[in-house]
DNA sequence: ATATGTCGTTTGTTATAACAAACAACAAAA
DNA sequence: TTTTGTTGTTTGTTATAACAAACGACATAT
C-alpha cells in the first residue's frame, strides 16, 4: 500500500519533468563524471546506481548502455559499465583529435564570432580569473567549460560539437586532475586570453593556435602524473 | 508449451554463441544501415524488429538506444528511433569532419605502414575495379569500406579509428546512394591508387591530400542528389 | 461539410521476476 | 598447508506485464 502510494508520487513527479526517467540518469551520470566524483577504474553497478536514483534498474540500465556506447564507459567483463581509466597512451590519442577538432572548430569560429559573443566570452574569462584569485576551484571548472564550448559553439557545426563534448566526457574523470595545481599557475590563461584576442582579429589561424597550446599544454601536465604503470592519477588523492 | 520449447531453443543458441542478444541486434542494425536497407526518415519499431530478430523488446530497445546515443540514429517525437534523413547542411559539416579526422588518420598512417600493410591494400584495390568491371556494386562498397578502414587502422589510434566510423555510421543511410552513376565513373579510383602510391612513398601530406580529395568529391556528389528541401534523394529510386 | 469528441490501437517506458554466469567464502580432502 | 569442491551472493540479461501518451478512425454535432 505504502508502495503503491509511492510509486504514484514517483509517476507524477516525473511526469512533469517530461523526460523519461534513464534521460535524467544518463544527465545525472555525466554531470558526475565531468566532476570528477567517480573513481577511475571503478565498476557502476545497476542495482547500486538505482537505489541512490530511486528508479528500478531499467533506466539506469538504459543510461549506462548510452553511455558505453559513446565510449564514455567502458565495458568491463560480464558487460559491466567501468569509469574509464586512462592511460598515456589513450590519453596522448584523446589530446591530438581534442587538437585537431577543437582547432578546426576555433578557426571556423573566427569566421562567424560578432563583438557581442566575444564580449559574452569576455565575461566568462574575467569570472575565470575571479574564480581563480578566490579559489573557487569547482566553479572555475565549469566555467573554464563553457568557455571553451562557448567559443565552438560559434562555428554553428552541431556535430563538430557533440564530438567534441563526447572527447571531453570521455577524459571527465581525469579532468578534475588539473585542479588545483595546475590551475593556480594560471598556465593556460594566457592561451584563453590569446585566442579571444586572434577571434577578435578575425584571426582564425591564430586562434586555432593558441587553443591548441592550451589544449597540448593541458595534456602534458596531465601526462607528467602518469604513474610506472601508465595510469593518470590524482596527485593528492586526499 | 511450443512457446517453452521455443524460448529455450533461443537461449542455447544464444548462448553457443556467446554474445548477448542486444549485441546481435546491434550489430544486425548497423550492417542494415551501411548497407542503406533502411529508408531515410522511416521509424524503427521495437515491437516489429523484435519480430524480426526473434526475441523480445527488451534487446532491441537495448540496441535503438546505443545507435541513438552514437549519434547514428535520430530520435523523433515520442523517443521512437528514426532513420535520419540528412539535410546537405548536414551533409557539408559531416563531409568537414571526415576529411579532417580521416585526413589526420591517414598522415599518421604514412609513418607507420610497412610494406606489406600497402600490398594488402593494393590487393583490395585490385579487387574493386574487378568488381566495378562485373557491376559487383553490393560488394564493391563492402570492399570500399574496408579499404579505407584499412589504411586508418594502420594509424593504430583507436580512438580515431571509433570517430571515422561513427561518421561513416551517420551517412550510412544515403551511402548507398554513390551507386551505381558515381562509382561506374571511376571518379574516386585515381584517388585511392594515388593515396596508396603517396603512402608507399612514406609521403604523409600528399597521402593526406588524395584521400581529401576523394572524400570531398563523393561529398559534392552526393550533394548533387539534393532535392530543393535540402534533403539527400536516390537517383532513381527504383 | 467541417469540426469535435470518443474509443481502440500503437508504441515507448518502467517495474519486476526468472535466469545464468562469475565470484567469494568456506569447508573438506590430500 | 595447500588445493579443491560446494554453496550462497552478486550482477547483468531477457521476457513480460502494466501503463500512459500519441495517433487514427469513426461517429456526432454544429
Redesign the interface.
Known amino acids: 500500500m505504502m508502495d503503491t502510494n509511492a510509486t504514484v508520487a514517483d509517476r507524477n513527479l516525473s511526469r512533469l519533468s517530461r523526460e523519461?526517467l534513464?534521460d535524467r540518469a544518463h544527465a545525472q551520470l555525466r554531470e558526475a563524471l565531468l566532476a570528477g566524483r567517480f573513481e577511475p577504474g571503478s565498476a557502476l553497478v545497476l542495482r547500486h546506481l538505482a537505489e541512490t536514483f530511486g528508479t528500478s534498474i531499467t533506466p539506469v540500465?538504459?543510461a549506462l548502455?548510452?553511455?558505453?556506447?559513446?565510449?564514455v564507459l567502458e565495458q568491463g567483463p560480464r558487460?559491466s559499465a567501468l569509469v574509464p581509466d586512462l592511460r598515456k597512451s589513450?590519453l596522448v590519442?584523446?589530446t591530438?583529435?581534442r587538437c585537431?577538432?577543437e582547432g578546426?572548430a576555433t578557426r571556423e569560429a573566427a569566421q562567424k564570432a560578432t563583438p557581442a559573443d566575444i564580449d559574452a566570452l569576455d565575461a566568462l574569462l574575467a569570472d575565470m580569473r575571479g574564480m581563480i584569485a578566490r579559489r573557487a576551484l569547482d566553479a572555475y571548472l565549469d566555467v573554464h567549460r563553457r568557455f571553451h564550448f562557448g567559443i565552438y559553439a560559434l562555428a554553428g557545426?552541431?556535430?563538430?560539437d557533440?564530438?567534441i563534448e563526447?572527447l571531453w566526457l570521455?577524459c571527465g574523470p581525469i579532468l578534475s586532475f588539473v585542479v588545483p595545481e595546475y590551475v593556480v599557475l594560471l598556465k593556460g590563461t594566457d592561451h584563453h586570453q590569446a585566442a579571444l584576442d586572434a577571434l577578435r582579429r578575425r584571426d582564425g589561424a591564430a586562434a586555432e593556435a593558441e587553443i591548441v597550446a592550451d589544449i597540448e599544454e593541458a595534456g602534458r601536465y596531465l601526462l607528467s602524473l602518469a604513474d610506472p604503470s601508465g595510469r593518470i592519477r590524482r596527485r593528492v588523492p586526499a
Open positions: 523519461p534513464w540500465r538504459d548502455a548510452r553511455l558505453v556506447a559513446q565510449g558487460n589513450a590519442d584523446i591530438m583529435v585537431e577538432l578546426r557545426i552541431p556535430i563538430l557533440e564530438m563526447n570521455r
